[in-house]
């Protein structure tokens, strides 16, 4: 878990975290809740997906500054091809790129026909649980028929 302290108010801390995940790459979807802005990887051929989570408290030591904690999950806890750390570094250092920068800057920098990655519900960001099911149904209809066709071959 990393702590920081942005010289921002809260609001405008948000609005650079997810410029920051905006231009995270590998980072498919985020979720702002209010209190935490989710940013999930999804799921590719190595890795179920990472999450990468920046904690945002209500009450903070001033109204010009923002303290955040940032921390980085596996999607999958059994997922050994994980690397959470990585999406999480590359995180801080698209935050670092764009912090110090004025908020109304930092927007700019957006393109009009921009698609952003954020998502309206917590529902709607990607996940590898569903992916991770996919390909355990998939491997339960192999092992099926590889236990069953040998019995159904014989004379």
Known sequence: MTSLSLDYTRDDAKTLIKAAFERTR????YFDDGHRIIGKTGSRVTSYGETVIIEIPENQPSAAETMITVRAEKEVEMN???DPEQYKSRFLTELERIRGDPV???LKTFDEE????EVQR????????DTLKVVLTVLAV????????PFLLLP
Request: charged residues 20%; aromatic residues 14%; negative net charge.
């Open 122 to 129: 917590l529902d709607d960001l990607t996940s590898g649980h």
């Open 114 to 117: 921009y698609r952003s990655k």
């Open 26 to 29: 590998g980072i498919e979807s």
């Open 142 to 149: 192999f092992m099926f028929f590889v236990m069953i066709m």
């Open 80 to 82: 050994v091809t994980a």
């Open 104 to 106: 109304d800057h930092v």
